[in-house]
């Protein structure tokens, strides 16, 4: 799913954990084990197997469900959130938000999705999407274009890149 990346992103983005902050990596170990959501559903993946201890890398690659919400819960929701919101994601504010939000259940805009995987594809930096540069009218006069808002850095250049890496395998 389309925001299965961004839930990594969170996690390689660094989030708080039992008073430290916690990093993964491309090779962190995420795992691939029965689980459920708390509801007592079962969380299952595409092909309804497990693969025990995989990499976050692979994890992505194979777009496994229970990794990324096994993911999902350990960066947390508040923490996911604001580093969706910085790479530019913006969400209902009756939003229900928890562990099936790692599979897509939590509704985004196209145009946001682009925003933030610009954003991850840019170093990191997130900008204003836009087509028009300037307008003139039928005499040539300019016409005002409204003022982009200014870059925002949502994950370092680091981060971004192993984020541009990941995206690139051929799987």
């Not at 469900?65 to 959130?81: D, I, K, L, M, S």
Request: proline share 6%.
């Amino acid at each position: 799913g389309a925001i299965v990346p961004l839930v990594y992103a969170s996690a390689l983005a660094g989030f708080e954990r039992e008073g430290a902050v916690n990093y993964y990596t491309p090779a962190t170990i995420v795992w691939d084990v029965s689980t459920t959501y708390p509801n007592g559903q079962p969380v299952v993946n595409f092909d309804q197997q497990f693969r025990g201890a995989v990499n976050v890398r692979s994890a992505m690659q194979n777009n496994l469900t229970v990794p990324a919400v096994r993911t999902y819960n350990t960066v947390g929701t508040a923490h996911f959130r604001a580093v969706g919101e910085a790479l530019g994601l913006r969400f209902r504010s009756d939003e229900q938000f928890g562990p099936p939000t790692a599979v897509n259940e939590t509704e985004v805009r196209l145009y946001d999705m682009m925003k933030a995987y610009g954003a991850i594809a840019n170093g990191g930096t997130r900008l204003d999407l836009h087509t028009i540069d300037s307008i003139t009218d039928a005499d040539g006069n300019p016409v005002a274009v409204p003022a982009r808002e200014d870059p925002v850095q949502a994950l370092s250049a680091a981060q971004a890149y192993l984020m541009v890496n990941m995206l690139s395998d051929d799987q």
